[in-house]
């Protein structure tokens, strides 16, 4: 329980009486607090729903709402990775500017575009694919973090990412990726496992390829790997959604 509520303070900002922001001892829970989220997110989803006509202002609620969770963390996460890896410049510089409080228009435009797509993706989907959808991405948002703490070389002078490496063990690794992918196929199905899959994917090569380029990752990659996951499975879903809906072949409604 304690590495639950560690998970908790640290990945949303809601209240933990007493508890530590650890992510050592909280990481294998981290697509359980996704799961914590997606119940919440759904939920606000389908009550806004019921008041506003068409799907584009509960959409635009629920992304709010999602942003105001996370204490967006992880979209300030996104901006400082993007400000660091889209410049022109040498290692050593882009790692001085991931180190940097302030945000510059690379993180700017990819904070805008990341909400923009999930507030669109979302706003194709039913009221009931909508709920299905909420209720398991922000969980496999989060399944490949144990993973690539565990595969990537981390930047030494990230305290938080050498914490987590060394807290991401087998069992961290299967927590993260069963909690989420088992959820996911249960309520989705096959378009539930695809949806994991891009998370899960998107995640891993974000990761990758940040690592690249700063010679290792840290806090801010990963939160950045939340939000690249997070994004390709609502627009994967939203997608399969409305053609497998449309074509018959999955019955939702």
Same mark, same amino acid.
């Not at 991401?168 to 069963?178: F, S």
């Not at 994967?236 to 053609?243: D, E, K, M, P, W």
């Given at each position: 329980?304690?590495?639950?509520? #560690? ?12 508890g ?7 990481? /294998? ?20 729903? /019921? ?86 991405v ?14 990537? %070389?981390?930047?030494?002078a990230?305290q ?14 299967g ?31 974000a990761?990758?390829?940040? #690592?690249? /380029? ?17 994004t ?5 879903? #939203?997608?399969l ?9 999955? %019955?939702? /409604?």
């Amino acid at each position: 329980m304690n590495g639950f509520l #560690s998970a908790v303070a640290l990945m949303t900002a809601l209240p933990v009486p007493g508890g530590r922001r650890d992510i050592a001892g909280g990481l /294998r829970w981290f697509s359980a607090v996704g799961l914590l989220l997606g119940a919440i997110l759904a939920g606000c989803w389908w009550l806004a729903t /019921r008041g506003w006509p068409g799907t584009l202002v509960p959409a635009a609620i629920t992304v709010t709402a999602w942003a105001a969770l996370t204490g967006m963390l992880h979209l300030d996460g996104l901006a400082d990775v993007a400000d660091a890896a889209l410049v022109s410049a040498d290692r050593e510089r882009r790692a001085s500017i991931l180190h940097d409080v302030h945000h510059g228009t690379f993180g700017i435009v990819a904070v805008v575009l990341i909400l923009l797509l999930k507030v669109a993706a979302l706003s194709a989907c039913s009221t009931r694919d909508g709920v299905l959808l909420l209720a398991v991405v922000p969980a496999c948002g989060r399944a490949a973090l144990p993973l690539v703490v565990r595969f990537q %070389a981390t930047i030494p002078a990230s305290q938080m990412a050498a914490s987590a490496a060394s807290a991401a063990t087998p069992v961290a690794i299967g927590a993260g990726i069963g909690l989420a992918a088992l959820p996911a196929g249960l309520l989705l199905g096959f378009p539930g496992a695809a949806v994991f899959a891009f998370c899960l994917g998107a995640g891993v090569a974000a990761t990758a390829l940040l #690592s690249r /380029r700063f010679g290792g990752i840290n806090g801010d990659c990963l939160g950045a790997a939340v939000e690249l996951g997070e994004t390709a499975g609502l627009l994967a879903g #939203s997608a399969l959604l409305a053609h497998v809906s449309a074509s018959g072949a999955w %019955a939702f /409604r």
